[in-house]
């Protein structure tokens, strides 16, 4: 008979020798970064501060590899990407106060991308903890509280021994669907007091799988083999749980044409002959799903961008699978499903029947041409080109980053993306300098792929100072700077909203190659002639590069405002 104490895992004779006898000058910093260690971290991302430092101390004496960038926004920025590439956990530290407050933005923009960013902060002194108020340098009256709403869990480690499970709650939640950025805090005297504790060997943070419900994966089965005109909305749910090949299986047996947001994008080939590729910022596409009949949306809460300005209203029934909560039927009645992408499409595979239809590809094409043919008659053919000669130029597997800018814009509707989870953008939650760190974190995750990064020059200064970076650690980054003196966007919304007018959207502006040259960086001024050439250069040349491209670029019109 087994009892449960007999289950007790015992210590191995290492194991044992290890806690009697660990290494001397070991501090809480350690138990950091032995805990990293233990999960599987080989990479950290960040910059030192006095609260921080026993961390560094720590992480210098390891041999985990330190990525440190010149701004912490940056460094979450560039963790955030290695998350997305990888789909890990990524562990990024910072300091108190302002060092922490720095990085706000790039959290922000990881909650909404659901990337695993593990952000590992220092504190005061535990004496200061709880608003004691006692003075301390970067001290805030409760800073887990300007995290709290940002990021999925917000975490503390008191004491030295609490550490260990503290990161490796924080870890587990993280990767649990919906990934997400979590915030531990430690107190720098409980990081650079020496301790006692033994090496951290054996610490598990397995994440929790959300399995859907079989009723309702039955009842969805059920409604889409039985559907006329289904159609799928395919979010980015379907790229972070590697459900692409489960999603076109399922599209192909149900004869489902497949149109993916700027969040999904490369989750369903772009020439597939039920491939409605991106269009969702088109009038036609609004129409096209509003008349299916049932419509599936995995992974996606159809928000704003990806429901074409909140005017999409679908008339048929609704299925959405959504991994956040907060999501599920928070736009459009729906017959809901809590799952993880990738478990709730299988369960669908396996309850699904075949449906024939030889119409699907016919109504695809139809769709595709009427957006076209509305393109066409519009002053475009230079927006269309520039991003008909990045896709030639970049390798299919290179993953891509883009800023919030003109050309990005274009991208989310018009780019095609190759493969899944290899284009990335700021569209999450929209904050300017994201493309250029973005993309060293992923020179950092794939380091023999070379990466490129699109910014406005508007957004390049946001993250100049990292040239520095990508020179430091010979990072295979090309940057395509398009300038066209100012907040590009901006200056359109603006004008065409206030008559004309426009406030604040005109920059002065350096040299960016001769800037770039200063840096030790590769640079030189492209145009939209030479783009292809030049781009296909500077990616097969080594280390990093800065392309200039000056072109005013427009925007295709909106759809989603009243006609005049």
């Not at 999960?39 to 560094?56: D, K, N, S, Y």
């Amino acid at each position: 008979m087994t009892h449960d104490h007999d289950l007790v895992l015992r210590p191995t004779e290492a194991q044992t020798a290890a806690a009697l006898a660990p290494p001397p000058g070991r501090t809480g910093g350690d138990l950091v970064v032995e805990t990293l260690r233990s999960l599987g971290a080989t990479t950290v991302f960040g910059l030192p501060g006095q609260h921080a430092l026993g961390t560094f101390d720590a992480v210098g004496r390891s041999d985990l590899r330190l990525i440190g960038l010149r701004t912490e926004n940056n460094a979450a920025f560039a963790a955030d990407a290695y998350g997305r590439v990888t789909g890990e956990a990524v562990p990024l530290l910072l300091s108190t106060g302002p060092g922490a407050l720095m990085a706000l933005p790039a959290l922000a923009e990881a909650a909404a991308a659901s990337a695993p960013v593990l952000a590992i902060a220092s504190q005061v002194p535990v004496a200061g903890l709880g608003g004691g108020r006692r003075g301390h340098l970067h001290e805030l009256r409760e800073q887990s509280a300007s995290f709290r709403d940002v990021v999925k869990s917000v975490h503390t480690a008191r004491t030295q021994s609490q550490i260990p499970s503290v990161i490796a709650e924080a870890w587990e939640s993280a990767l649990t669907a919906p990934h997400g950025p979590v915030w531990i805090e430690i107190p720098e005297d409980v990081l650079r007091a020496e301790t006692m504790i033994p090496q951290v060997t054996g610490v598990d943070a397995t994440p929790r799988e959300l399995a859907p419900r079989p009723e309702l994966t039955a009842l969805a089965a059920h409604w889409l083999g039985r559907a006329a005109r289904p159609v799928i909305i395919a979010g980015g749910g379907v790229i972070r749980s590697d459900a692409a090949g489960k999603l076109r299986l399922l599209a192909e047996r149900l004869n489902a044409p497949v149109v993916t947001t700027f969040g999904g994008k490369g989750a369903f080939p772009w020439n597939h002959p039920l491939s409605l590729q991106s269009w969702l910022e088109d009038r036609h596409m609004t129409d096209f799903l509003e008349d299916a009949d049932v419509l599936l949306v995995v992974g996606s809460g159809l928000g704003e961008l990806s429901s074409n300005y909140h005017t999409f209203f679908p008339e048929g029934r609704v299925i959405q699978i959504e991994a956040d909560l907060g999501k599920l039927e928070s736009n459009h009645t729906a017959l809901g499903i809590h799952a993880d992408a990738r478990l709730a499409l299988q369960a669908l595979l396996e309850t699904a029947p075949e449906r024939a239809d030889d119409s699907a590809p016919e109504r695809v094409a139809k769709v595709l041409s009427e957006i076209d043919t509305r393109l066409s008659g519009q002053d475009v053919a230079v927006e269309r080109q520039l991003l008909a000669s990045i896709r030639a130029a970049l390798p299919a597997r290179s993953p891509s980053f883009w800023d919030m800018t003109i050309l990005s814009y274009w991208a989310w509707s018009a780019f095609d993306a190759k493969h899944p989870n290899t284009m990335h953008s700021a569209q999450g939650a929209g904050g300017l300098g994201y493309a250029f760190p973005a993309a060293l974190g992923a020179c950092v995750a794939e380091p023999d792929t070379p990466v490129l990064a699109v910014s406005g020059d508007g957004g390049a200064m946001y993250s100049i100072a990292d040239l520095a970076t990508a020179k430091q650690h010979d990072l295979d980054v090309t940057w395509l700077i398009v300038d066209d003196g100012g907040y590009g966007i901006l200056r359109e919304y603006m004008t065409d909203s206030f008559d004309g007018r426009t406030t604040g959207t005109e920059l002065t502006r350096p040299d960016f190659t001769a800037l770039a040259r200063s840096f030790g960086v590769a640079a030189s001024t492209t145009s939209p002639q030479s783009l292809r050439d030049d781009l296909k250069h500077a990616l097969a040349t080594p280390g990093p590069t800065v392309l200039v491209l000056p072109v005013t670029l427009r925007m295709f019109a909106p759809t989603h405002l009243p006609a005049e």
